[in-house]
T-cell receptor, first 113, second 105 residues
Framework: DGGITQSPKYLFRKEGQNVTLSCEQN?????MYWYRQDPGQGLRLIYY???????QKGDIAEGYSVSREKKESFPLTVTSAQKNPTAFYLC????????????FGQGTRLTVV | GIQVEQSPPDLILQEGANSTLRCNFS?????LQWFHQNPWGQLINLFY???GTKQNGRLSATTVATERYSLLYISSSQTTDSGVYFC???????FGKGTRLHILP
């Protein structure tokens, strides 16, 4: 089936550790996005990439890093510099031009203890 | 950047009622989407509607791009309609804060 897969669904880490969240899509989409959602809040853009080997910061990029070595994959690393990393993380993808309708993965709930 | 305002922030209705959710945005946009976030956090695509009107069953949406707003209509509400509704204009998919809808049985 075509879609976006995020893994794992739940993730627990100790404070001070870096952690990488996976996002893979087989929709042949050019653009991919990472969002953070805190309880009762909307989605905030962390990073986005419109083409392989290129990405831009969103509104809250501090403490996060990404890579886009393959069209299908856009992993997000939550570094120890992120002061409040516990949140729900969502990945999305879309075509870059014409119809830019975006589709989302099921999300990863990260808890840092 | 573009500012997005959704109203009302919260809405409580009895099953069977109709509702209208509004999304205002501060700048012209080339695309706009409506999503429903279910209780498990999954974002479900409802409409991709840069302009005009679309209908899908009990739901319909209208975007008036020249006046910078979009409306989502839900008719004959069901308890499964509960959740948060987000609009997302712009190519980087900037989100509004959402409307939290509670449908009471």
């Amino acid at each position: 089936d075509g879609g976006i897969t995020q893994s794992p669904k739940y993730l627990f880490r100790k404070e001070g550790q870096n952690v990488t969240l996976s996002c893979e899509q087989n929709l042949n989409h050019d653009a991919m996005y990472w969002y953070r959602q805190d309880p009762g809040q909307g989605l905030r853009l962390i990073y986005y990439s419109q083409i392989v080997n290129d990405f831009q910061k969103g509104d809250i990029a501090e403490g996060y890093s990404v890579s886009r070595e393959k069209k299908e994959s856009f992993p997000l690393t939550v570094t120890s510099a992120q002061k409040n990393p516990t949140a729900f993380y969502l990945c999305a993808s879309s075509y870059r031009s014409l119809n830019t309708e975006a589709f989302f993965g099921q999300g990863t709930r990260l808890t840092v203890v | 950047g573009i500012q997005v305002e959704q109203s009302p922030p919260d809405l409580i209705l009895q099953e069977g009622a109709n509702s209208t959710l509004r999304c205002n945005f501060s700048d012209s946009v080339n695309n706009l989407q409506w999503f429903h976030q279910n209780p498990w956090g999954q974002l479900i695509n409802l409409f991709y509607i840069p302009s005009g009107t679309k209908q899908n069953g009990r739901l319909s949406a209208t975007t008036v791009a020249t006046e910078r707003y979009s409306l989502l209509y839900i008719s004959s509400s069901q308890t499964t309609d509960s959740g948060v509704y987000f609009c997302a204009p712009d190519d980087k998919i900037i989100f509004g804060k959402g409307t939290r809808l509670h449908i009471l049985p």
